[in-house]
């Protein structure tokens, strides 16, 4: 990657080029609410199951717009010290010994010293409100539903004001705001106050043509008519009340399993045995093996020969 930023998409067309280009298959509404968060600078925040392509937006903007990528991956009990900043205590301690060997007896001076730029350890938030180089970033904030309210919370200065406050050095603002996207897989709900400074969008399951051009831009080793049968296996199984839905990133494991295996079609042994690239829960795969899933094959295949 070179320093220099790609410009922001002029328009809508432009934006759906954009995605296209990275070979992420996107609906104009999607692409809609990308360009305004871009043209506004506004958060995006990208809620829907696990597995649907929205932690894949901000890597395609990073390498389409050719930006750095500043990713947070959010989880329970991330706090201030992992996320944004913290002190280099250790250098902390040996600056405050060596300037007392020294004479040093002014301790204005060494609080000065001790708590500046070289003894900060700059995490996600920081590095994506400093950057300097390489265009504005983007940053991404993935899976927000996992961490606490509180750090919800902390989170709303930076997404209205681009800037973050250390108490020991003040208020630390970017120059350019960062791109923010931010993920949610809806296990709680997020506050009303950080949606209020954001773009919404619901990232849904593709439809089966979307997921078949997917599996053929990601997978194009594996068998066209294979490929549509795959397909269809999945949207049905999207149907069934699965105690977790197989999602797109799924789907395309699937397509790369059933292509090593060089499989031109799926049968009843095969999924059976390649079930685990699917469906992750044991109670899932139990129910499709029990006879189910040989009901939805047959479904599949009939509804193919028919077209």
Known sequence: MTNK???IPGSIDETLELMDSQDYVASRALATVLFLSLKMKRPLLLE???GVGK???AKILARGLNRPLIRLQCYEGLDISTAVYEWNYPAQMLEIRLSEASGETDRSAIERNIFSDDYLIRRPVLQAL???QGGAPIFLIDELDRTDEAFEAYLL???SEYQVSIP???VVKADEPPIVIITTNRTREIHDALKRRCLYHWVDYPTAEAELEIVQRKVPGCNAALSKELVGYVQKLRTLDLFKNPGVAETIDWASALTELDSVALDPEVISDTIGTLLKYQDDIARIEEGEGRKLLEEVKSELAAV
Do not use: D
């Open 55 to 57: 932690t894949e937006i």
């Open 5 to 7: 930023p790609k410009p």
């Open 168 to 170: 020991e050095i003040g």
């Open 157 to 159: 200065e930076l997404l």
């Open 48 to 50: 829907g199951e696990a």
């Open 130 to 132: 400093s950057a300097k």
